[in-house]
Nanobody
Framework: QVHVVESGGGLVQPGGSLRLSCAASGRIFSIHTMGWYRQAPGKQRELVATITTYGNTNYVDSVKGRFTISRDNPKDTVYLQMNSLKPEDTAVYYC???????????WGQGTQVTVSS
């Protein structure tokens, strides 16, 4: 099994920044894609950003130009730098790891991000 742990959430004022981290551990075979999803109260979980082993990235339109996803492959860690945060970014942020050895993906427990004055 792959264990996924997020960190870095918190309370920030509009216009502020936060950096989320996510580390995968356990019996890892071959992680291909790592990504961030979020779920706001009363809404469905949505993709925020993903990054492949080769560094190919994908972002939801609402965060383009404000969020940056990056990855440290040897450490099986992915980061999400969030700048110019808006109240609508408030959500629980979840890390997702796709391990092609398992042909499955794994989720973290989530970290709360609250953007409020």
């Amino acid at each position: 099994q792959v264990h996924v742990v997020e960190s870095g959430g918190g309370l920030v004022q509009p216009g502020g920044s936060l950096r989320l981290s996510c580390a995968a551990s356990g019996r890892i075979f071959s992680i291909h894609t790592m990504g961030w999803y979020r779920q706001a109260p009363g809404k469905q979980r949505e993709l925020v950003a993903t990054i492949t082993t080769y560094g190919n990235t994908n972002y939801v339109d609402s965060v383009k130009g404000r969020f940056t996803i990056s990855r440290d492959n040897p450490k099986d860690t992915v980061y999400l730098q969030m700048n110019s945060l808006k109240p609508e970014d408030t959500a629980v942020y979840y890390c997702n790891v796709v391990d092609i050895g398992y042909r499955d993906d794994f989720w973290g427990q989530g970290t709360q991000v609250t953007v409020s004055s």
